[in-house]
């Protein structure tokens, strides 16, 4: 019963920033592993950050291919969860998830979460 919902996606040039929000709805999170995923075009779905519901925002996790430019964050109270994106480049254009499925830790594997919701476009182009 749990629902969520994206937003803050759109054009940007290259080395530009974009804010993703993530709102939930419908239920709690504890314990729940909250991930961003993306999707290009032709492309498999695949990870990019989660973090912890339930935690103090300092338990996280992401890959290589974002590292340094990407960075998750969470407003409990608001029942929100974010994703800053800097330095944007033309391989990060995909559509970004929002998702979400009960763990007490974080969790990278596309088919354990069981939450999605319906992504945000983001173009990076000049």
């Known amino acids: 019963q749990v629902q969520l919902q994206e937003s803050g996606g759109g054009l940007v040039p290259p080395g530009g920033s974009l804010r993703l929000s993530c709102v939930a709805s419908?239920?709690?999170?504890?314990?729940?592993?909250m991930g961003w995923f993306r999707q290009a075009p032709g492309k498999e779905r695949e990870f990019v950050m989660s973090?912890?519901?339930?935690?103090?925002?300092?338990?996280?996790f992401s890959t290589s291919t974002t590292s340094g430019r990407f960075f998750i964050s969470k407003d409990n109270a608001k029942n929100m969860v974010y994703l800053q994106m800097n330095n944007l480049k033309s391989e990060d254009t995909a559509v970004y998830y929002c998702?979400?499925?009960?763990?007490?830790?974080?969790?990278?594997?596309?088919?354990?979460?069981?939450?999605w919701g319906q992504g945000t476009q983001v173009t990076v182009s000049s």
């Open positions: 419908g239920g709690t999170f504890n314990p729940y592993s």
């Open positions: 998702a979400a499925v009960q763990s007490p830790k974080n969790v990278m594997e596309i088919g354990s979460y069981d939450v």
């Open positions: 973090i912890l519901w339930a935690g103090p925002g300092t338990n996280t």
